[in-house]
């Protein structure tokens, strides 16, 4: 344990203009990225398993898997209110080797992860405007545009983040609701509102071949873990105790609609279900509801790869940025850059050192 002394000069050490400003809004949509990302994914769910299946595998899963680690990085998060997250809550319990260990594992899993992101934009971006970008020249510059646009929402700072996390978050999910509330008003006619035939009987069927099981619960429980992600930037949320959980609550009903929703309205709209694979929706939305439809879908897409990167990059920077807070990495990497609007400064302010104990707790 440091002395008084030492957590004098931490406290001292403290960046005075330093504030916890990431609200409830903000953090449902870090977590939002964190756990989903879009309702892209679950297609192979109907494939695999059909949709009754689904709906159900996403529920009971929900209760018995997501709420229990939902409710631990709630709790956890707010025992320890600080940047770094999990690796703060293995350090307590096993000591800093094993935190040190916990964080870098994560941390190049998450960068490997983020790396297909630029690829994965400009995919989406050519389904979205049905186009091949054949030039090698239009695609790297895309993709650098990409990298450098997102990287400069992280720099501008968290609170940034949090409101462009947002905004894509909006933009993602409103094509999606646009076509359920289309789609849904065919459950008892049969035809929506604009015409699309809707079978409430496919909705909620089973495939005639034998379900795929394995391959149903890999995708179904990687479709609803990592809730603990948005604990590595705890050290900025404004009033952890009470921010954290509700943010926790609210994205838990957010995501399980964004998954369930969108099986039941694109599986009433075909009933192929041997069809449904990565991108299907699009395929229905162009065949079913019309062109303009794929391509909101599309843009859909692009600007989910936008959220998940955009995050991707907050959950690395603040988990280093946590353990050197702690002491398990140099202080460097815990200098920030203030941005003052006012005065048109750049401020490094210097990192706090604290170490937390478990029984500190």
């Not at 398993?49 to 709420?67: R, T």
């Not at 956890?76 to 209110?81: D, E, G, I, K, V």
């Not at 939305?285 to 991707?312: D, H, I, K, M, P």
Request: aromatic share 12%.
């Amino acid at each position: 344990m440091s002395s008084s002394s030492d957590k004098g000069e931490s406290t001292a050490l403290l960046p005075k203009k330093r504030q916890r400003n990431v609200t409830v809004l903000s953090l449902v949509a870090i977590t939002y990225f964190a756990v989903a990302g879009g309702p892209e994914g679950t297609e192979t769910l109907i494939q695999t398993g059909g949709p009754l299946y689904s709906v159900l595998g996403f529920i009971i899963i929900g209760i018995l898997w997501s709420i229990p680690m939902a409710l631990m990085s709630a709790e956890l998060t707010t025992a320890f209110p600080e940047n770094g997250g999990y690796v703060l809550w293995v350090s307590a319990a096993w000591g800093a080797q094993a935190g040190e260990m916990a964080g870098w594992l994560q941390f190049v899993s998450s960068g490997v992860d983020a790396c297909i992101y630029p690829g994965l934009f400009l995919v989406y971006l050519e389904q979205a405007l049905d186009m091949n970008l054949e030039d090698p020249t239009i695609e790297w510059t895309i993709k650098i545009t990409f990298v450098v646009l997102l990287l400069l929402l992280n720099v501008l700072g968290i609170e940034s983040v949090g409101h462009g996390s947002t905004a894509f978050m909006i933009l993602l999910l409103t094509p999606f609701l646009i076509i359920i509330s289309i789609a849904f008003t065919g459950i008892f006619t049969g035809i929506g509102v604009l015409g699309w035939p809707f079978s409430t009987a496919k909705m909620l069927g089973r495939p005639e071949t034998e379900p795929d099981w394995p391959a149903f619960f890999m995708v179904l429980l990687w479709n609803m873990g990592y809730w603990e992600g948005a604990s590595v930037c705890a050290g900025e949320v404004a009033n952890v105790g009470t921010v954290f959980p509700q943010a926790i609550a609210i994205s838990m009903i957010v995501v399980l609609l964004n998954y369930v929703l969108p099986i039941m309205a694109f599986s009433g709209l075909d009933g192929n279900y041997e069809a449904f694979d990565n991108g299907h929706y699009i395929t229905v939305a162009r065949e079913v509801c019309g062109t303009w439809f794929a391509y909101a879908l599309g843009l859909a897409q692009t600007v989910s790869v936008c959220g998940l990167f955009a995050n991707g990059v907050v959950k690395n920077t603040y988990l280093v940025c946590g353990m050197s807070e702690q002491g398990l990495l140099p202080s460097a990497l815990a200098a920030r850059l203030y941005v003052c609007t006012q005065a048109h400064k750049h401020i490094k302010s210097p990192p706090r050192t604290r170490h937390i104990h478990a029984k500190n707790v």
